[in-house]
């Protein structure tokens, strides 16, 4: 039997620090005036300064990256964000034994920012570290309701979206690494929103991030693809 010994989440989070952008949080100094909270993206609520935030992301993300359509822009900016939520949850769970509460209301994010400048958390407020409580606050909390916004607003196929939620969720866990991180991905893999997202002995996705699509750009370790199809007809594989 393994002792775990836990320590109370800090106001700072400032365990996750050392584990790199991707993990680190901040909770103070959040710009003035906040940007938009994730609950008002999900519900696709305008802001003043940068109109719906995700169709502000989705157009950065194109314009640094050359995407030619929208929707692969849409793909990695979808991927990146969900490696920010499994990576702060994880690290929390892993250091901490517990995770803060990352209610999309709490979570300030500045889509004209870049990790791990994009997020601010108003309030640390300690839940549970099990993978049911982490599934609860990513997958349903965050993960679900922007998936259904970049589906029914840009046009990414919900197979794509569910299979760049278990790939960021495995970055995280090998990135952390150690028994507790990788039982607690394989119960949130196992969970029905992403069970079937990769193959279960590889971890190879069974959809495509259309990242190949990119110019000079290749495909991605875990992708369903071996190498890049010539066809463009394959971008839409999720």
Partial sequence: MVLLLFVDLDP??????PLGAF???RTTGAPDPAPPTLARTYENQASDVYGHSITFRIR???EALHAPEPRIAASIAHQALAARLWSV???CAVHYGRIPDLDPR????DP???APDDLWLSAVRPLPGDAATIAAVVLQGHLEPLAALL???HRVATGLLWGNAASALTGAVRQLGGDRARALGAELLAHPLLAGALDPVTLRRRSCCLYYRLPGSG???DCCFTRAPRSSAHGASG
């Fill in 12 to 17: 700072a989070l400032a365990a996750l620090r």
């Fill in 23 to 25: 993990f680190a949080l």
């Fill in 60 to 62: 950065k993300v194109g």
């Fill in 89 to 91: 949850a994880l690290g």
């Fill in 106 to 109: 709490l979570l300030d994010w």
């Fill in 112 to 114: 004209d920012g870049s």
């Fill in 151 to 153: 589906h029914d607003h």
């Fill in 219 to 221: 495909v991605c370790g």
